[in-house]
Nanobody
Framework: QVQLVESGGGLVQAGGSLRLSCAASGRTFSPYYMGWFRQAPGKEREFVTAISWNSGGTYAGTSAKGRFTISKDNAKNTVSLQMNSLKPEDTAVYYC?????????????????WGQGTQVTVSS
């Protein structure tokens, strides 16, 4: 079993930055991809960005392009999300997820383990 724990959420003013982290623990952790998703109140969960655990290749959803950067530390089993130029519409619960299959997916159904989420609130 794999446990994912997010941290780093909080309240920030528009234009500010936050850095989210996700720490993995449990059985030998060897995902193919790690992803970040978010869910705003009343909306479906949305893909933000993902990273290949082996190659480091990254994939960005529409909301992430130009503002958010995903990174990883294989030795520490952590993945981070640096969010810059935040907007009120970025307000959501942000989830870290791990995918155990060896081909890329941006669908939430394609991820096998999830964290509990961390709240990000951007004030105008």
């Amino acid at each position: 079993q794999v446990q994912l724990v997010e941290s780093g959420g909080g309240l920030v003013q528009a234009g500010g930055s936050l850095r989210l982290s996700c720490a993995a623990s449990g059985r030998t952790f060897s995902p193919y991809y790690m992803g970040w998703f978010r869910q705003a109140p009343g909306k479906e969960r949305e893909f933000v960005t993902a990273i290949s655990w082996n190659s480091g290749g990254t994939y960005a959803g529409t909301s992430a392009k130009g503002r958010f950067t995903i990174s990883k530390d294989n030795a520490k089993n952590t993945v981070s999300l640096q969010m810059n130029s935040l907007k009120p519409e970025d307000t959501a619960v942000y989830y870290c997820a791990a995918r155990l299959r060896d081909y890329y997916s941006s669908s939430e159904r394609g991820y096998d383990y999830w964290g509990q989420g961390t709240q990000v609130t951007v004030s105008s």
